[in-house]
T-cell receptor
Framework: NAGVMQNPRHLVRRRGQEARLRCSPM?????VYWYRQLPEEGLKFMVY????????ESGMPKERFSAEFPKEGPSILRIQQVVRGDSAAYFC????????????????FGPGTRLTVL | RKEVEQDPGPFNVPEGATVAFNCTYS??????FFWYRQDCRKEPKLLMS???SGNEDGRFTAQLNRASQYISLLIRDSKLSDSATYLC??????????????FGKGTKLSVKP
């Protein structure tokens, strides 16, 4: 059973370009979360999605950032017009469908995408 | 006040030592509690969930005190492979079992031979 997959693992962009980060959740998982880790900082929540729905985007910057989780295919985190401050590690996590049990809230993380903005 | 606060560290200990990490959280609506470990430039990996009654997994023991909003992790007989950053993590109660995680900044542990 493959874990959470993210690609690319490393992404270099120049200021003003667009960055697209992809996340494929674990098989059978229907909840996807995106987190950002700035250098020397803790992970910060960005957005929580289920298939075709954004459930909570309270951690997402208001401008330039968007996320989707289409019916088919991976979840995409899109950053338009990147700036140097966007340089960070972006982690995706997934968790199983809600079954009413407390054990379903464990989140499993992908290896991350390290974005460098020149 | 930060939502999740941890010992700043780093902790440098010899092999075989017992080391304790402490963590406090500010939101009493926090429902689920975890310790994750993160190796350098890697993703966080779940070490253990933390239950109200306390729980143990081999050399690792986690405790939760809801009244004090305090979580701890004890590592006994530390190994070189325990060297990592330990992340205290909570999840708020939004109803159901889903919701974003709130991470502490982590405490770095270095176990020396």
């Amino acid at each position: 059973n493959a874990g959470v997959m993210q690609n690319p693992r490393h992404l270099v962009r120049r200021r003003g370009q667009e960055a697209r980060l992809r996340c494929s959740p674990m098989k059978g998982h229907s909840h996807v979360y995106w987190y950002r880790q700035l250098p020397e900082e803790g992970l910060k929540f960005m957005v929580y999605l289920q298939k075709e729905n954004i459930i909570d985007e309270s951690g997402m910057p208001k401008e330039r950032f968007s996320a989707e989780f289409p019916k088919e295919g991976p979840s995409i985190l899109r950053i338009q017009q990147v700036v140097r401050g966007d340089s960070a590690a972006y982690f995706c996590a997934s968790s199983p469908p809600e079954t009413g049990g407390w054990w379903t809230d464990t989140q499993y993380f992908g290896p991350g995408t390290r974005l460098t903005v020149l | 006040r930060k939502e999740v606060e941890q010992d700043p560290g780093p902790f440098n200990v010899p092999e075989g030592a017992t080391v304790a990490f402490n963590c406090t959280y500010s939101n009493s609506a926090s429902q689920s509690f975890f310790w994750y470990r993160q190796d350098c430039r890697k993703e966080p990996k779940l070490l253990m969930s933390v239950y109200s009654s306390g729980n143990e997994d081999g050399r690792f023991t986690a405790q939760l005190n809801r009244a004090s909003q305090y979580i701890s992790l004890l590592i006994r007989d530390s190994k070189l492979s325990d060297s990592a950053t330990y992340l205290c993590v909570v999840r708020l109660n939004y109803g159901g079992s889903q919701g974003n995680l709130i991470f502490g900044k982590g405490t770095k542990l270095s176990v020396k031979p």
